[in-house]
């Protein structure tokens, strides 16, 4: 479909409805993740030039989904770059995260697509580059940026990588400046609830999952949830611990959607395909069995060679779509290092032990 197609469609939608109401036929999904290649030649650097951002699918008539093309970005072969929902209408735009910075004026043709609307408002679910690299983009367009307080706090003190170097100062603009903090005496509270183009969105704040600092966004009409990435079904799961994230906490995050959302909700995980909590299940159980099986081999003291040499993700590979070494190596080191001596969160990190 064109642009000029896309946009009286889009029109005719806002003119012929008053109410959102979870409408028939959605959501519409236009391009699905690619499989993905995971073999990159060493020394391979993303082409963002080629990079092109869509959208990908449709929640309402004004609820869309961006992603990037496949089969370019290493970090994420199937779809480049982390996905973006837009919500916009008179009130204005509201983002759910901004993409990676070498894409934000992409990402900004893909949303003037469909509306002129200005850029009102920007909702982040974790720090990932692919998550809030265009943040300073968005913010100079004029988006009041909102997160939990541990990701603005991530953003502004990262924490220290093991042998890496400083990192650089962030760009004030792309800083959130509503923040929020997750209440662990009531897990699932909206901490933030806009009212905008007659949606209701609710910031709902995660306890440390796959950061400290992670929000997932419900769209009450629609009925759709973005649950960002705490669940994956391309690669291994990944709990960024050193920025407070933690391989029990996701378990505990699946727990939530399981009572947050309905048999029909869509789910909106930040990769991999469009999922129903039914869909969260399997993936719950691999969490269980790894930090038992992991456990066991850790109690009897082996060492994280010997645990990685166990190969104990082997049943799962099958079924992991994009399963590199890399992939499971950094998963099964979540693991081995979650199960015994696991530092607490101290502004929104932890200092995670060095491996050689
Ligand atoms: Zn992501």
Known sequence: MNTRALLSVGVAALAACSVWAQEAGYP??????????PAYPPGYQTPWDRVQIMVTSKMSPNLFVLHGSEGLDPAHPDASGGRVMVLFGPDGVLMVDTENRQV????????RAFTSAPIKAVVNTHIHGDHTGANAFFGKQGALIFAQDNLRIEMVRPPQRAGGPPAAAPDMAGVPVVTYNYDAAAPGESAVTLNMNGEIVDFIPMMPSHTAGDTIVRFRKANVIYIEDFYRNFGYPFAD?????SIRGMLEAVDLIERLADAKTTLVPGHGTLVKKQDLLPYRAMLVDMLAKVKALRDQGKSLKDVLAAN???PYDKATLGDTQQSKDRFVTEVYDEVKDFPPVVDGKRAMPAHP
């Open 28 to 37: 519409i999904e236009i391009v699905k993740p690619g499989t993905g290649s």
């Open 241 to 245: 611990q050193a920025n407070g994230g």
């Open 312 to 314: 104990l993700t082997a």
């Open 104 to 111: 934000a004026e992409k990402t900004l043709q893909a949303i």
